[in-house]
Nanobody, 111 residues
Framework: EVQLVESGGGLVQPGGSLRLACAASGFTFSEFGMKWFRQAPGKRLEWVSTIYTDGTTYYTNSVKGRFTTSRDNVKNTLYLQMSSLKPEDTALYHC?????RGQGTQVTVSL
């Protein structure tokens, strides 16, 4: 059974940083491109970033230069390092292997 479990969310002030993690199991993690999505209250699910098996990364424009996606194929874990956080980054963040999505971890950016 595929499992994706996100962690690391929380409340942070504007300008702060957080690192999200996504623990993967039930599939060969190293053979899958992985994605981060987010969904703010009342808004559609938004793609945030992709990391391919060769480590190539892509980001939505609003997070370029602030967010960094990485992966550890030994630990079967996906990461999202977020810095210079803004209130508009507030959302439930999910990871996905294109076939399944985790339950998400809440990120709230507020004073």
């Amino acid at each position: 059974e595929v499992q994706l479990v996100e962690s690391g969310g929380g409340l942070v002030q504007p300008g702060g940083s957080l690192r999200l993690a996504c623990a993967a199991s039930g599939f060969t993690f190293s053979e899958f491109g992985m994605k981060w999505f987010r969904q703010a209250p009342g808004k559609r699910l938004e793609w945030v970033s992709t990391i391919y098996t060769d480590g190539t990364t892509y980001y939505t424009n609003s997070v370029k230069g602030r967010f960094t996606t990485s992966r550890d194929n030994v630990k079967n874990t996906l990461y999202l390092q977020m810095s210079s956080l803004k209130p508009e980054d507030t959302a439930l963040y999910h990871c996905s292997n294109n076939y399944a999505r985790g339950q998400g971890t809440q990120v709230t950016v507020s004073l």
